[in-house]
């Protein structure tokens, strides 16, 4: 079981803000292709990767990390703070 | 150092007369304001989305770098969430050292980072009632670059 957050453009496509998933996905693009294999809207989320940022437990990560231990992931594009 | 993530507005001239207040280590203040910007005149508002738990560990962490890096006395980060008019103040950044070269950098540093490694997301509503996400820029990871390269 793991959090999965969606933020900006990304929680729109999907259409929830956050989620809990039931999942054996070892890595963040194990995860990635379960949820994009779900339903259009995910499909649509995840098209592109490039455009889009992966926390894991809210510390910047990439698409390779290992989800060993890690709680809550989140997904968004390139921040725009400041 | 103080890290404030906030709906409300703020006063510059307020947190800047608080701001490392009664101290006599110091040489050099310098504050940076961030405005919400409308070049077309077409803004209603900017919505800005974060990461509650993640912002405030991110500036934290610029923060304390920052800090480290440019011996500080003090440092101040305010940013605003929520829906802001044309000409709100959306963030202020103030730092504090012992001389004037060091307070600058350290500013232009955290703003830098602020700007690409602080989970915020801006949203513009023009006053016709269309969205638009604000897309990062290029630019904005290569200011990142130098200070990597610096270091």
Known sequence: MIDVMYFAWVRERIGEPRETVETSAATVMELVEELRAREPRYAAAFEDLSALRVALDQELSDFDASLSGVREVAFFPPMTGG | ??????????????????????????????????????????????????????????????????????????????????????????????????????????AEFLMDYLKSRAPFWKKEFTKDGSTDWV?????????????????
């Open chain 2, 135 to 151: 897309d990062a820029k290029v630019n904005d990871e290569e200011a990142l670059k130098r200070w990597e390269a610096d270091r």
């Open chain 2, 1 to 106: 150092m103080t890290v404030r993530v906030q709906t409300e507005p703020f006063d510059p001239g307020t947190e800047l007369s608080a701001f490392a207040q009664g101290r006599s280590d110091l040489g050099a203040v310098v504050t940076f304001t961030g405005v919400v910007r409308d070049d077309a005149g077409t803004l209603d508002r900017m919505e800005i989305e974060h990461y509650p738990g993640m912002t405030e560990k991110a500036i934290s962490k610029i923060v304390i770098e920052a800090t480290d890096r440019w011996s500080l006395t003090e440092c101040l980060v305010i940013h605003r969430h929520g829906a802001l008019k044309p000409g709100e103040q959306i963030m202020m950044v103030a730092t504090a050292s012992a001389h004037r070269v060091a307070a600058f950098e350290a």
